[in-house]
């Protein structure tokens, strides 16, 4: 008898072998795209800390949209960026508010050939930055968030919003969303709960996506990125209050967390690859330190690998047409 007698290799010979053998593969339809569109553009703009993400036209949006339901991905996700902004956010309600005509105008194009999106918190819209109103002293007020929150909810459902993803880590956000749609009728919106959203310095290159006004950080409200255990508090929370599917953002810093998620819930897992994840990958490639493809597939694979079902990337159409050709 030769040694060894046991030869994993075998498995890796050919190709077709391989492929037969794969444990991952991930599928367009759970890819979600997220897109940005700005008030009274009339051309798309570059995001210089994005390269290939644009800020777009109202037209342009629509245009995109359509070209992300033909590469067959399973959703998008919309973010607004106001003109003008106001302590208190108050376009993110305005139902002739950026994100909600954007919403309107994504749904009569694409109906229901992928799911509609929106992301809804407040950041955008207020003139301070912060995911939240503030009291008189500056600090981010939870329980006057949430009704403004409720009523972003309801506003962005009368747009015909197919998914909610509040995203400001206010305590109660779930339930509150989720009561406030159902109050007026929407109970068929579900909601994507940004669950374990941590205060990541991987958010830099989005911040000048929205054009934030941030100064300062959101470690009161986003959580520690040294922590785990409070994942899974909030996660269950989360699913007690109603969500639907659960997120966890960034996603490969975070991968531990991701499977813990996974192994702790029974609703679907998400995951964002967030703008900074994207613009290390894409900065690297343009300076051909790393082979750009691959390394898109390889991040998306050990994201879902992980436990993540559903990944939301500024890659998805890409990934999508690449997968595509692949299987
Ligand atoms: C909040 C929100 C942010 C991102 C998604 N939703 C910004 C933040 O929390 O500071 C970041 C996504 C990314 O970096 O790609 N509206």
Redesign the pocket.
């Known amino acids: 008898m030769s040694y060894p007698e046991i030869r994993p290799r075998r498995l890796r010979r050919t190709p077709a072998i391989r492929r037969l053998v794969s444990e991952t593969r991930v599928d367009p339809a759970e890819l979600v795209v997220?897109m940005f569109v700005k008030e009274g553009l009339t051309e798309p703009r570059a995001i210089s800390s994005l390269p290939g993400v644009l800020q777009h036209s109202r037209d342009s949006l629509r245009k995109a949209a359509v070209e992300a339901v033909q590469a067959g991905v399973g959703g998008i996700m919309l973010f607004g960026v106001p003109e003008q902004r106001d302590p208190t956010g108050s376009g993110g309600i305005d139902p002739n508010g950026i994100l909600n005509v954007a919403i309107r105008d994504v749904v009569a194009e694409v109906g229901d050939a992928t799911v509609v999106m929106s992301?809804l918190?407040l950041?955008?819209f207020t003139s301070h930055g912060h995911?939240g109103l503030l009291t008189a002293d500056g600090e981010v007020d939870n329980d006057s968030t949430l009704a403004a929150y409720a009523e972003m909810a309801v506003a962005q459902a009368a747009a015909g919003v197919g998914m909610v993803g509040p995203?400001g880590m206010m305590d109660g956000q779930v339930g509150v969303v989720r009561r406030a749609l159902d109050a007026a009728g929407h109970q068929d919106v579900a909601v994507l709960a940004y669950a374990a959203?941590y205060a990541s310095a991987?958010?830099g290159?989005?911040?000048e996506a929205v054009e934030s006004a941030l100064e300062g950080d959101?470690r009161t409200y986003?959580q520690d990125p040294a922590n785990l255990r409070e994942s899974l508090r909030e996660v269950a929370l989360d699913v007690a209050e109603g969500a639907d599917l659960v997120m966890v953002k960034p996603a490969l810093p975070y991968l531990d967390v991701v499977s813990a998620v996974r192994a702790a819930v029974d609703v679907p897992v998400a995951a964002?690859q967030?703008?900074?994840e994207y613009a290390m990958v894409e900065a690297a490639a343009a300076n051909g330190w790393i082979d750009r493809e691959r390394v898109m597939l390889e991040t998306l694979t050990s994201i879902k690998r992980a436990g993540a079902q559903v990944i939301l990337t500024y890659w998805a159409v890409e990934a999508a047409e690449l997968l595509r050709q692949r299987y």
């Open positions: 997220p992301d918190c950041d955008e995911c995203s959203k991987f958010y290159p989005f911040r959101r986003q964002y967030v703008s900074g």
